[in-house]
């Protein structure tokens, strides 16, 4: 009997534990003010109208929407941002043929060597390569660049807080600082090449805006808002850091039914093997 008291207060002791240990660090958090004072200017971010398709338990990929976001990138994006862990042949992923996936490539220049003298050249892509980076070296970039580097875009929506709605805000950002905003900081000015954008963590940020009105055309004759190219962007880029996501969260549905219909497993298990112990006890 003690045994099993003993048994019951350990296994209580341990759920309080897990639970303060998972409990107290998100209410330190809660309790922590919201954003430090050099953000005086920076806005929460906004998601766009109905979120994005991806989220949630259930979310999956909008085929279509990926491939506008992949236009945007390619257009825009690509002069000036790198997407170095990504192969042209990832682009399967959104329901290209391994035929298209390839005349796609091949409308990348990417860096290779001519094979009679060993110098550098370059060539068309191929679906096994890489997404090229615009610049040659960081030198390069930040000469183009107003001293700053465009960093590579892989992984942008993981190394963000709030990565995909911080992105979508981003591009939408850019405005003229109000009077309200100058009476926070009286000092503040935009230093010349710098662009105002009450998204980024410290407001100047040196990529001009880049989203205006019909940037793209696109090609399932989409309207092309700023709006709607920053969600595709967005997506695309969500994508690109995580094209596993989705399938991912299938894996988990279907690892939560597995436990369920073991756990009813081993219950009835545990009953047949008890069955008969018990009708010799009565
Ligand atoms: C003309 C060059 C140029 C183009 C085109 C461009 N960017 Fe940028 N981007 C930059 C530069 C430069 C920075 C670095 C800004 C800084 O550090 O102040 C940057 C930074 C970023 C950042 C990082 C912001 C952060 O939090 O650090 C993201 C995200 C981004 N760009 C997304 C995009 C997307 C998406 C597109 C295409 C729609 C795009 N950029 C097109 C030059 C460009």
């Avoid at 019951?8 to 209410?27: D, H, K, M, Q």
């Avoid at 060539?123 to 930040?142: C, H, K, V």
Wanted: hydrophobic share 40%; glycine share 8%.
């Amino acid at each position: 009997m003690t045994i099993r008291l003993l048994g019951i207060f350990a296994g209580l002791g341990l759920t309080a534990v897990l639970v303060l240990w998972s409990l107290v660090p998100g209410l330190v958090n809660f309790a922590m003010p919201e954003k430090p004072e050099y953000y005086a200017f920076q806005e929460a971010n906004i998601a766009p109208e109905g979120g994005f398709s991806f989220e949630g338990p259930l979310g999956t990929w909008d085929t279509q929407q990926l491939q506008r976001g992949y236009q945007v990138y390619k257009e825009v994006c690509s002069a000036c941002h790198s997407l170095k862990y990504v192969a042209f042949r990832n682009l399967e992923d959104f329901g290209y043929t391994e035929e298209e996936v390839r005349a796609e490539a091949a409308s990348w220049t990417v860096p290779g060597i001519n094979q009679e003298t060993g110098e550098a050249a370059s060539r068309p892509g191929l679906p096994t390569d890489q997404f090229p980076s615009p610049y040659p070296n960081e030198i390069a970039a930040r000469a183009a660049n107003n001293n700053a580097v465009p960093p590579d875009l892989s992984l942008i929506t993981k190394a963000r807080k709030d990565g995909v709605n911080y992105i979508y805000s981003l591009m939408l950002g850019y405005t003229e600082p109000t009077a309200e905003d100058l009476a926070k900081s009286p000092d503040f000015e935009t230093p010349d090449g710098l662009y105002f954008n009450e998204h980024f963590y410290n407001i100047n940020i040196a990529m001009a805006p880049q989203l205006t009105p019909d940037r793209v055309t696109y090609a399932d004759g989409t309207a092309a808002t700023p709006e709607q190219m920053a969600a595709d962007v967005t997506a695309f880029l969500a994508w690109a850091g995580e094209p596993s996501l989705i399938h991912r969260k299938q894996m988990g549905w279907f690892v939560i039914l597995f436990l369920l219909f073991a756990t009813g497993l081993a219950y009835l298990s545990k009953k047949q093997i008890w069955a008969e112990l018990k009708s010799k006890k009565d």
